[in-house]
């Protein structure tokens, strides 16, 4: 299964109104530390993975990328990177990622946030990656932790009074299907370990530049449940470049 929960039109109202759809880049409390990793962009040929609204696809191309490729499975969401973030060097293309079909060598960089845990075979798509990336070219991208996916519900556990206790961590080591619930809707995604994240990209000829477990950036500390957040890791980043040939 393909997961397309945002054309969902009640999950896609939920979601336009978080920070990081409001606010974009700054609403997000990953893109302090996602920021610091991307690659240089002037004059490059870049991808990107489930993007949403757009707003990494504009950062490329003001950062003078070539030409950006965003690709999402969600009609609603790429009407409004059309509206929000449109400019001369995008492209905004409707597929799913996994049905994605390029020439070998097609792109400097590929970029993706926030969307590989929607996809069922992650090993299949990176091998797919090795093959559009041009030697040296970077593959950099954020996904949920493996730690907030191994249970599935991806909710606290609480006390009679509704305070937090502590956060399930159960079945890491099943990978696989999990019925998560994400503003209130229950949302297919897929689970998988830190290890198989990692050793996928070594497998498929890419060496690893930098793992991040972002923690909330200070200025965020005091939104509602942000600091909670220093509890457990909720977001995982990863750079990786693909080795010369």
Known sequence: MKENKYDDEIF???????????????GAGEWTELQKVLP?????????????????????????AKH????????????????????????????????????AESFDIVISSLAFHYVRDFRALAKEVSRWVRSNGRFVFSVEHPVFTAHGTQDWYYDKEGTILHYPVDRYFYEGQRDAVFLGEHVVKYHRTLTTYLNTLLENGFELRNIIEPQPPEDMLSIPGMADEMRRPMMLIVSAQKKAV
């Open 40 to 64: 240089d962009f002037e004059d490059k040929e870049v991808l990107d993975l489930g993007c949403g609204y757009g707003w990494h696809c504009l950062y490329a191309a003001q950062h003078g």
């Open 68 to 103: 950006v490729l965003g690709i999402d499975i969600s009609e609603r969401m790429l009407a409004v990177a059309a509206e929000k973030n449109s400019h001369e060097g995008i492209e905004y293309r409707c597929a799913a990622m996994e049905d994605l079909s390029f020439p």
């Open 12 to 26: 896609f109202q939920k979601y336009s109104e978080m920070d990081r759809s409001q606010k974009g880049l700054k």
